[in-house]
């Protein structure tokens, strides 16, 4: 199985996570961000990752530093899952349809993390949780993952829609670039051998 622990802590966070790449889509997840919490059991169930996630932050504040970090310690995560990336089809994309919304993922599992984020919200709060959080997370989570990872909202009006439709075409995109290609199960899929550094 390809999974991995991780803990952080600092003076604004502490977070738990485990992930299971291999796993069924099986999910614990308690931030005390409920709309986070709701996002990344969407995550889960969508990839088929299993995923534990406790997180304890300074919500008192605002929910920043949870958001952030909690990305943080996802992609982390990941990361050591995914080892040296042997095997993995590498590439996933997904066209993510939720009533009105459509909104275009695409993701190298390239070792070489990068943001493209092309989504607009129409209010600056979904709930509780302020809109402009949702791109801190996707950074952070692409940086720590070490993928390339392109996010483009095509239309939609309803915020939830269009951040779920973000979250589950993330989730399926990530499915499909961290299989295992059963023609290739034993190789880095790069020419250079190794994934990262320079292109």
């Given at each position: 199985?390809?999974?991995?622990?991780?803990?952080?802590?600092?003076?604004?966070?502490?977070?738990?996570?485990?992930?299971?790449?291999?796993?069924?889509?099986?999910?614990?997840?308690?931030?005390?961000?409920?709309?986070?919490?709701?996002m990344?059991?969407?995550?889960?169930?969508?990839?088929?990752?299993?995923?534990?996630?406790?997180?304890?932050?300074?919500?008192?504040?605002?929910?920043?530093?949870?958001?952030?970090?909690?990305?943080?310690?996802?992609?982390?995560?990941?990361?050591?899952?995914?080892?040296?990336?042997?095997?993995?089809?590498?590439?996933?994309?997904?066209?993510?349809?939720?009533?009105?919304?459509?909104?275009?993922?695409?993701?190298?599992?390239?070792?070489?993390?990068?943001?493209?984020?092309?989504?607009?919200?129409?209010?600056?709060?979904?709930?509780?949780?302020?809109?402009?959080?949702?791109?801190e997370?996707?950074?952070?989570?692409?940086q720590?993952?070490?993928?390339?990872?392109?996010?483009?909202?095509?239309?939609?009006?309803?915020?939830?829609?269009?951040?779920?439709?973000?979250?589950?075409?993330?989730?399926?995109?990530?499915?499909?670039?961290?299989?295992?290609?059963?023609?290739?199960?034993?190789?880095v899929?790069?020419?250079?051998?190794?994934?990262?550094?320079?292109?």
């Open positions: 199985m390809r999974s991995a622990s991780v803990e952080r802590a600092t003076k604004e966070t502490s977070i738990a996570v485990t992930v299971n790449l291999d796993g069924t889509g099986a999910y614990d997840v308690a931030t005390g961000v409920g709309f986070l919490d709701h990344l059991e969407q995550l889960s169930r969508h990839s088929l990752i299993d995923l534990t996630v406790k997180a304890e932050g300074d919500l008192h504040i605002d929910f920043h530093h949870t958001t952030e970090d909690v990305g943080i310690a996802v992609g982390e995560a990941v990361n050591q899952a995914l080892g040296e990336r042997k095997g993995i089809r590498r590439f996933g994309s997904a066209m993510s349809p939720m009533d009105e919304t459509l909104t275009r993922v695409a993701l190298d599992a390239s070792n070489r993390p990068y943001l493209v984020w092309k989504v607009d919200f129409q209010r600056p709060k979904l709930g509780d949780m302020d809109t402009e959080l949702f791109k997370w996707f950074q952070a989570f692409a720590a993952a070490g993928i390339t990872l392109h996010i483009e909202n095509l239309y939609g009006d309803n915020n939830h829609h269009i951040i779920e439709s973000c979250f589950k075409g993330l989730a399926r995109s990530l499915r499909q670039a961290f299989e295992i290609d059963p023609r290739r199960s034993n190789e899929p790069s020419t250079k051998g190794v994934l990262g550094g320079s292109l």
